[in-house]
């Protein structure tokens, strides 16, 4: 497919893909805030409401890579449309459910419809652009993909507390009805192909990653290795996913995902980075949310409202995303893009129970700043190499993997928090005596007595949060550390 010319139906192509990418990626965070609101209104405990989470990502791994399969088969044009359509009438129907049962069902449903969306409108504006223009036009895309994670915290905040939390999912509606009349008056069609599905891979690919996903989900809660479910899960996983990779490799372009666009290392290595630095936001949006509410008792809508605010940086970061790397070439680029993240996460690190809304920013602005500073380089590049006709499965596989890369993330700093919070309390909760001279004076001010019920309750509940506290800060020196050991991969990158 030839690119566009210039002009009105380019430009309106691209607004329709930054629409469609901003609906769907927003949904990846708005619901967040809004779970402690859900489940009391659907008298669930917030363990089993996490579930709804849970759902969305497991109904769009096992979709997103398989993108270019069903463009394929049913046409870009008409795959889009029934992708836009199903995604919002599932939003509208977990908008009104009454059980939890019915949210978990019609959450899958909406994961399922909103895995083609974000790489379908990838591969259509590396379609309509020339080479020379990708990384520009990337980068206004880019603002979208990662500009509604970031922004989702806010709007999901004031929806759940000033209307009701079903308005995280009826908001959907509005978006999606516009989204469907430009597909209809700006996607060029690429018509169907006739082809054979590929059930056995499919099934494979099924299983592997719905009980990776699982458990992932599921470890913490479940003390991993430690629980029979967890292990059932991990020997599936591994099995399944064993076989889909040396059947992918066997027959090679006939597998349900093509896995011989991995042969070109431009598209893996960036596939990979992308999956790795990704994951230091999506890291961002969770320990923030966390500290914010849970340990600086503020509002939600404050809290979102912070969060929100990382995104003016992201979009700095966008804007001058091309220009860095036509100016000092794609290596050089991401290599400052690493280091801006680095040092966002080492920010992160030094903050404390008492810092201000402007440390917050700062830390989690420069973190975003350095994602987006990355996203369009790297999205370009992995496609450098490929054909026209490859770019609906490239890009499949580029956000699948990404999407497993985001999944590892989540699951890493759960467990760096979860065990830190243990391994903290342990060994800080030694120190406290009541012959302890400081024990004196920190009850000293409220007149309470050391030996009281009410001594236990305030010690316990600052040891709660100190302990919890250092694990967030260690946690982002980890993350910072993660940034730094990406350069090397980056140093690996075939300039073009």
């Not at 494979?204 to 029979?228: A, T």
Request: aromatic share 10%; glycine share 10%.
């Amino acid at each position: 497919m030839e690119p566009m010319q210039p002009g009105y139906r380019r430009n309106m192509l691209t607004v329709t893909a930054i629409l469609i990418s901003i609906m769907a990626a927003l949904d990846i965070t708005i619901v967040s805030v809004a779970l402690p609101h859900m489940a009391g209104s659907l008298d669930a405990g917030l363990g089993e409401i996490t579930w709804a989470m849970t759902m969305f990502t497991v109904g769009q791994a096992i979709i997103i890579g398989i993108t270019g399969f069903l463009s394929r088969l049913l046409g870009r044009k008409r795959l889009a449309l029934i992708a836009v359509a199903g995604f919002v009438a599932s939003s509208v129907l977990c908008g009104l459910v009454q059980n939890l049962d019915q949210l978990l069902l019609f959450r899958f449903a909406q994961g399922m419809f909103s895995g083609p969306l974000i790489p379908l409108c990838q591969s259509i504006l590396m379609n309509a652009y020339p080479k020379e223009q990708r990384t520009r036009v990337l980068s206004l895309w880019v603002m979208g993909v990662m500009g509604g994670p970031a922004v989702g915290p806010a709007l999901g905040g004031y929806l759940a507390q000033t209307l009701d939390w079903r308005w995280v999912f009826w908001v959907n509606l509005p978006i999606g009805i516009i989204s469907v009349l430009l597909i209809l008056s700006f996607v060029r069609p690429v018509p169907p192909r006739r082809e054979s599905t590929d059930f056995r891979g499919l099934i494979l690919l099924i299983v592997w990653v719905v009980s990776l996903q699982i458990l992932l989900n599921r470890g913490n809660e479940l003390d991993w290795f430690g629980s029979r479910e967890i292990v059932f899960l991990g020997i599936t996983c591994a099995t399944f996913a064993l076989a889909f990779f040396l059947r992918g490799a066997l027959i090679g372009a006939q597998n349900i995902i093509n896995l011989q666009l991995l042969r070109d290392w431009n598209f893996t290595a960036c596939t990979l980075l992308m999956a790795i630095l990704g994951s230091l936001l999506l890291a961002l949006m969770i320990l923030t949310p966390m500290l914010l509410i849970e340990y600086y008792r503020w509002e939600i809508v404050t809290a979102g409202m912070v969060i929100g605010g990382f995104g003016i940086m992201g979009l700095a970061g966008g804007v001058l995303s091309p220009r860095l790397g036509s100016l000092l070439g794609i290596r050089p680029a991401l290599m400052i893009a690493c280091l801006f993240l680095a040092l966002g996460w080492y920010l992160f690190s030094r903050i404390n129970l008492y810092s201000g809304p402007a440390e917050i920013l700062l830390s989690g602005a420069l973190v975003e700043f350095g994602l987006m500073l990355a996203y369009p380089l790297l999205a370009a590049q992995a496609f450098a190499n490929l054909r026209p006709e490859q770019h609906d499965e490239g890009a499949g596989l580029f956000n699948f993997v990404k999407t497993l890369g985001f999944s590892f993330g989540v699951t890493f700093v759960e467990i760096l928090m979860y065990r830190g919070n243990q391994s903290n309390w342990n060994e800080y909760a030694g120190f406290i005596a009541l012959t302890n001279p400081g024990l004196g004076g920190f009850l000293g001010g409220p007149g309470i007595e050391p030996a009281s019920g009410m001594a236990g309750a305030l010690l316990g509940a600052e040891l709660s949060a100190q302990t919890s506290m250092l694990s967030i800060t260690h946690s982002a020196e980890i993350l910072m550390l993660l940034a730094l050991l990406s350069i090397p991969l980056v140093l690996m990158l075939k300039a073009r």
